[in-house]
């Protein structure tokens, strides 16, 4: 019986569907990030040299200079940051539940690593400088929020000793190096540049303290890149973790 509801299967259209997976490469990963931040860096210091050694001033520098904020080379820095917080989610919930403190370990790690990305973002540290305390405190310390922030890193890395002592032998080297990396840039770098310039030795203003500022942020991105490569080679080498992207694109036939 074909009454008017009625549709012929052979009229049915045949969907066929095509299937690509795009599989994550550690390396290659790496690869792109790190020459993101050679191309951020060297972008930088053609603008730090056009600034200060030709009198150069360009509205689009303020995108690409290193010495500003909320612009291209911060959104880096925030991906960055984001990118190690996705990876630690991954990392826990593949984590069995037999070492309760090590997992607990990633967890608040991955809340850090948020917390770094929105203050990154939102310059949340410049909240802790207060001009009353500059006068009291030494010259190396004229940007207040290093000290508080220098506590918690050294607070962080004997609470997190543990779960860094739970990686295997060169993860472990790897994660310390990283840490060591970052900081040099995050702290050194600034408790130099902020001191020197309260000496009197550079001006805030200057070719030198641009460059500071230079190696200051492509620290903290060369710092999170070996990170994320040490994250990346945890989740497949021994977690054995397949990352990968699956795009399935439908297609109709008559």
């Known amino acids: 019986m074909k009454g008017k509801g009625y549709i012929n299967s052979s009229l049915i259209s045949k969907k066929t569907l095509t299937k ?16 993101t931040t050679i191309l951020l860096t060297t972008v930088n210091i053609a603008i730090q040299i056009a600034i200060y050694c ?59 690593f948020i917390f770094l990305s929105l203050d990154e973002g939102l310059q949340i540290h410049e909240a802790f400088a207060i001009p009353s305390l500059k006068p009291m405190l030494p010259a190396f310390l004229s940007i207040v929020w290093i000290i508080p922030y220098g506590i918690f890193a050294t607070v962080a ?27 040099l840039g995050a702290l050194g770098f600034e408790i130099i540049g902020s001191g020197l310039v309260r000496t009197g ?13 230079t190696i200051e942020e492509a620290l903290e991105m060369a710092g ?12 497949f080498d021994y977690q054995r973790q397949k990352l990968r992207i699956d795009l399935r694109l439908a297609s109709v036939e008559d």
């Open 54 to 112: 030709f009198g150069l001033k360009k509205e689009w520098f303020l995108l690409f200079n290193m010495d500003k904020e909320v612009n291209i080379p911060t959104l880096f820095s925030v991906i960055l940051l984001l990118i190690c917080a996705l990876l630690i989610s991954l990392i826990h919930k593949k984590l069995n539940k037999q070492n309760k403190k090590v997992k607990k370990r990633w967890s608040a790690l991955r809340w850090i």
């Open 201 to 213: 030795d550079i001006k805030f203003h200057g070719i030198s303290y641009g460059l500071i500022t």
């Open 157 to 183: 890395l004997i609470y997190f000793m543990p779960l860094i002592n739970s990686l295997p032998t060169k993860l472990k080297l790897k994660t310390l190096l990283s840490g060591a990396v970052y900081l």
């Open 224 to 235: 999170l890149i070996i990170f994320i490569h040490t994250l990346l080679r945890y989740i």
């Open 20 to 35: 690509a997976k795009i599989r994550t490469n550690p390396d290659a990963v790496i690869k792109l990030l790190a020459a």
